[in-house]
């Protein structure tokens, strides 16, 4: 063919290497993405992507977007002419490097649509570059927020709200009730009464320790003993108590072990919650229960302290 020839001379000019692709694109398609490649820095590349538009060749004409710098465009016909035109590694490389970011969103939408499994990802790839928050609201306005949980997770870190209410979300429909636990106890930033008063009236009696735990966060201590009290979740209530710093929560938990007459809780009682326990009224609960021997390891301490500070002074 003579623009075939006329290629391979010294300094041919631009609009052979154009007219050819155009021919390749009208009679011989199949020659025409490696004709691009070979010769991508000798093509007028507007004027060949007008050309593969019109005889409908994608693949090629996102090539030539991604040649010519115009990545927003590539993402687009790959978008709308997706059974010919795209590709997750093409995809990838041009998606990093659009300038439109409602793109980003779009995409997400796309390959929930195409390749969900690849999602994720997807979400990888421009994770730096989107707002989580608005990332989890178009997952829940398609409905499928669960599909990206291990996106989600790998960005837990940032503690950002939606994240941890997405993510808190659906360990709980899963019933993974470690996970949601964890969860609440390292990242706070997330509506926490609202779930903690949801998961209280859980016929479960996981959600009911977690709905504790949130109280407990939330510094509602008071709540949040009633809670594990109501459960016997007795170690829990011990923990808000000490959290607490409050000898009034102390002594009334204190005093309700008692009247369960279970001396190892007294005794992990007085371990736990030491230095809010009143020396005397631990002592005046111990004689009137005829407990005095569980007693005395905790007043061997007092005794060590004031001790202690005796010395000290």
């Known amino acids: 063919m003579l623009l075939e020839q006329g290629m391979r001379q010294e300094r041919a000019h631009k609009g052979i290497f154009t007219e050819l ?3 390749f694109a009208k009679y ?5 993405m490696d004709h691009i490649r070979s010769n991508k820095d000798n093509l007028l590349i507007p004027k060949l992507i007008r050309a593969c538009e019109n005889y409908q060749m994608w693949a090629e004409a996102v090539l030539l977007h991604q040649v010519y710098g115009q990545d927003n465009q590539a993402i687009q016909t790959m978008i709308e002419h997706s059974p010919s035109a795209w590709r997750h590694e093409v995809f990838s490389q041009s998606i990093i490097k659009v300038t439109n970011h409602d793109l980003y969103y779009r995409s997400m939408t796309f390959y929930l649509e195409e390749e969900p499994m690849l999602l994720n990802e997807l979400l990888n790839l421009i994770a730096t570059k989107i707002d989580l928050a608005k990332c989890v609201q178009v997952m829940r306005r398609n409905g499928y927020i669960a599909l990206i949980e291990p996106f989600l997770r790998s960005q837990q870190s940032q503690n950002v709200a939606a994240v941890n209410e997405a993510l808190n979300e659906i360990y709980l429909e899963k019933q993974d009730y470690d996970a949601l636990s964890k969860s609440i106890k ?4 997330f509506e926490s009464i609202q779930l903690a008063q949801d ?3 859980s016929e479960n009696l996981e959600c009911r320790r977690i709905s504790a735990l949130l109280f407990r966060k939330n510094k509602r201590f008071k709540k ?29 938990l204190m005093r ?11 005794a992990a009682m007085l371990y736990t ?3 809010l326990i009143q020396p005397d009224v631990a002592l005046e609960i111990a004689w009137r229960s005829e407990k005095m021997e569980y007693v005395m390891p905790y007043f061997i301490q007092v005794m060590r ?8 002074v």
């Open 305 to 312: 302290d004031l001790s202690t500070r005796v010395e000290t």
């Open 273 to 275: 919650c030491y230095e």
């Open 28 to 32: 011989s398609p199949s020659k025409l």
């Open 199 to 201: 998961l209280e009236q």
């Open 186 to 189: 390292d990242f706070d930033s």
């Open 224 to 252: 949040s003993i009633e809670i594990s009290q109501k459960d016997k979740f007795y170690k829990d209530a011990m923990e808000t108590v000490a959290e607490s710093k409050d000898p009034a929560l102390a002594e009334s």
């Open 256 to 266: 309700q072990i008692i009247d369960m007459e279970d001396k190892e809780l007294f």
């Open 21 to 23: 692709g155009i021919i």
